[in-house]
């Protein structure tokens, strides 16, 4: 039977680890790219930047990123990482394909407030308000 409780050795059921071979200051900036499918470098520059506006909250979070979050293991593989983990900026479809999408679902939606004003402006929306005043 497996356990399925989330904590650090299973990188809390979200494949969340720092990754110290590949960061200089324990991995955690590396670690936390990897989760969130952006560069290294994107997360250093927030890192940095935290770090000259709110220096002593940054500090405490790095230092807890260290302590919170395990390494990442060896036998783990960037392909199954990828395969469990449907990142942030991991798009499927093109963006036309996106675009045509919430276009359909904006039309449909459209056409629900219209019938929902129809009923509001009707006269049976009317008689039922003033049945229901009384």
Known sequence: MQDNTANKANGY???LYRNPKR???AGVC???AEYFEIPVWVARLIAISLFI???QLFVIAYVAGI????KRPAS???TRRQQQHNGLFNYQKPASERLRNIHERLQALDEK???MEGYV???KYQFNKEINDL
């Open 23 to 25: 960061g200089p200051l």
């Open 76 to 78: 783990h593989s960037q």
């Open 13 to 15: 059921n979200r494949n």
């Open 30 to 32: 590396t670690g936390l």
């Open 53 to 55: 506006f709110v220096s």
């Open 121 to 123: 402006t009707s006269k």
């Open 67 to 70: 302590f919170l979050l395990a």
């Open 113 to 115: 407030l219209r019938g």
